[in-house]
């Protein structure tokens, strides 16, 4: 059964920075290209970053560029988003997501729990 | 970044009928369309993916079609467990998804 646990979520002040992880179990974690999904509470769906399986490719939007780093431990079977110089209007769920063909198709087949992170003073 | 637009924003329905939710891109992105469902407090559910294409385990009423710039979900018996926000997303460029279309019971 594949499981997506994120961690490391909270309140952090404007400025500031955080980092999120996302533990993977019941797939083959390197096999397969992984993304951040962001949600404001109670609005649509955002998406933030990807990797490659192998974590030699990695791609942002627009809004995270320069900001925010994706990286990924395959020997740990996790991921991990480093958030940089936040802004409160980084205010929202992340979810790590599992691609569907595994190789960045931004097909998202299974998805964390969600963790909330709160950008305030 | 590709526009999604989905149509309508919130949808009230029956036990029992057929709902169809619109989905349009702002340019053409082949089949390239995906479906999920999230009901609050839960992460969204993989649902449809290439436009058309059933994820292993969702029921059959859920069917999807289009190509191109325009796309639908339709459920084809609306079941009380059906009742979730569903979105759009295109996975041709950057993904984007849609706004939403949050689904209820009449």
């Known amino acids: 059964e594949v499981q997506l646990l994120e961690s490391g979520g909270g309140l952090v002040q404007p400025g500031g920075s955080l980092r999120l992880s996302c533990a993977a179990s019941?797939?083959?974690?390197?096999?397969?290209?992984m993304s951040w999904v962001r949600q404001v509470p109670g609005k649509g769906l955002e998406w933030v970053s990807g990797?490659?399986?192998?974590?030699?490719?990695?791609y942002y939007a627009d809004s995270v560029k320069g900001r925010f780093s994706i990286s990924r431990d395959n020997s740990k079977n996790t991921l991990y988003l480093q958030m940089n110089s936040l802004r409160a209007e980084d205010t929202a769920v992340y979810y790590c997501?599992?691609?569907?063909?595994?190789?960045?198709?931004?097909?998202?087949?299974?998805w964390g729990q969600g963790t909330l992170v709160t950008v305030s003073s | 970044d590709i526009q999604m637009t989905q149509s309508p924003s919130s949808l009230s329905a029956s036990v029992g009928d057929r709902v169809i939710i619109t989905c349009r891109a702002s340019?053409?992105?082949?089949?390239?369309l995906n479906w999920y469902q999230q009901k609050p407090g839960k992460a969204p559910k993989f649902l449809i993916y290439?436009?058309?294409s059933l994820q292993s385990g969702v029921p059959s009423r859920f069917s999807g079609s289009g190509s191109g710039t325009d796309f639908t979900l339709t459920i084809s018996s609306l079941q009380p467990e059906d009742i979730a926000t569903y979105y759009c997303?295109?996975?041709?460029?950057?993904?984007?998804f849609g706004q939403g279309t949050k689904l209820e019971i009449k």
């Open positions: 997501a599992k691609d569907h063909y595994g190789s960045g198709s931004y097909i998202f087949d299974y």
């Open positions: 019941g797939f083959t974690f390197s096999s397969s290209a």
């Open positions: 990797i490659s399986g192998n974590g030699g490719s990695t």
């Open positions: 340019q053409s992105i082949s089949s390239f």
């Open positions: 290439a436009a058309s």
């Open positions: 997303q295109q996975s041709y460029s950057t993904p984007t």
